[in-house]
């Protein structure tokens, strides 16, 4: 599947770690949200999941189903094997991940790489490799990752967007109450975690969001 920026929109992350370390819970949420409407997701299971590698892979070829069924790309972050197994359409790097030299040496052509940037350096990094986007964050304090450094705020978004020849992602703390102004700095799309998987109403968030475009 062929990168393009407007995948980028509405674009879900999670792992089983975001519902309660539930895998049937997880499954059934991600899949409303792809009925929904979502126009990506990354499989992210991170440190604190409680499954091994091959309930990794068994889990991930049931989401790449899903994501087939629904015409959306699967990517993984941070791991080629599993990315490799399960067929996945794109990888995600972090800064505190494999090197991103390697990833993308490692998966050729049969993927395409995000590459998470949240300073002047990595941007300027970034625009010299050939990854499909880059995902800049946390915009707003989170707590859906324990590891996220200190919240950029828009104006520091709006620098990096200016600044970066790739399309970049919004992530971290983004809200129904926010998702406008944080789209106003020119990024070409917004990423969730808890907004989504957390939403008491999976349907109307990424409609919501959806209708911003």
Do not use: W
Request: proline residues 4%.
């Amino acid at each position: 599947m062929q990168f393009k920026e407007s995948m980028l929109h509405c674009y879900l992350v999670g792992g089983t770690q975001d519902v309660n370390h539930d895998p049937e819970q997880f499954l059934k949420s991600v899949k409303l949200a792809m009925d929904s409407g979502i126009t990506a997701f990354q499989y992210r299971e991170k440190g604190s999941s409680q499954l091994n590698q091959q309930q990794r892979v068994e889990l991930g070829r049931k989401l790449k189903e899903l994501a087939v069924q629904h015409n959306i790309p699967l990517i993984v972050d941070d791991d080629v094997e599993l990315a490799q197994a399960i067929d996945a359409n794109g990888m995600h790097v972090g800064q505190k991940d494999q090197r991103i030299e390697q990833v993308l040496a490692a998966v050729g052509k049969t993927m395409f790489v995000g590459y998470s940037c949240n300073q002047i350096n990595q941007i300027k990094h970034a625009n010299e490799l050939p990854v499909a986007y880059v995902g800049s964050g946390p915009i707003f304090p989170t707590n859906s990752k324990n590891d996220a450094d200190p919240a950029m705020g828009l104006p520091k978004l709006h620098e990096l967007v200016k600044l970066s020849t790739h399309p970049i992602v919004a992530i971290g703390g983004i809200s129904e109450a926010n998702m406008q102004s944080t789209l106003e700095t020119g990024v070409a799309g917004l990423s969730m975690i808890s907004m989504i998987l957390q939403s008491p109403d999976i349907e109307k968030t990424v409609t919501a969001v959806n209708s911003l475009y």
